[in-house]
Nanobody, 119 residues
Framework: QVQLVESGGGLAQPGGSLRLSCAAS????????MRWYRQAPGKERELVAA????????NYADSMRGRFTISRDNAKNTVYLQMNSLKPEDTAVYYC????????????WGQGTQVTVSS
């Protein structure tokens, strides 16, 4: 059974940091590109960051570049999102996504974790 379980969300102050984790099981993690998406109330889901495998090449949305860092540990079947310099507009539900390589034949989603940035 495929599972993507996000954790690490919560309340942070503007300028603060949070680290999200996504633990994967039920598929060959190292054969999947991993992505973080987010969806704010009333807005469409948007790509936050992506990381390939095995090389670990990364890509970020413009508004997150320099503040967020995506990483993965293939030995632990886990992908991370380190979020620094958080802003109120980062408030959203953050979702973990796995896409099979090389053609994206399989696509899995986690249940999401809430991140709220507020003073």
């Amino acid at each position: 059974q495929v599972q993507l379980v996000e954790s690490g969300g919560g309340l942070a102050q503007p300028g603060g940091s949070l680290r999200l984790s996504c633990a994967a099981s039920g598929f060959t993690f190292k054969r999947y590109a991993m992505r973080w998406y987010r969806q704010a109330p009333g807005k469409e889901r948007e790509l936050v960051a992506a990381i390939t495998s095995p090389g670990g090449s990364t890509n970020y949305a413009d508004s997150m570049r320099g503040r967020f860092t995506i990483s993965r540990d293939n030995a632990k079947n886990t992908v991370y999102l380190q979020m620094n310099s958080l802003k109120p507009e980062d408030t959203a539900v953050y979702y973990c996504n796995a896409v099979s390589l090389p053609r994206g034949d399989y696509n899995y989603w986690g249940q999401g974790t809430q991140v709220t940035v507020s003073s």
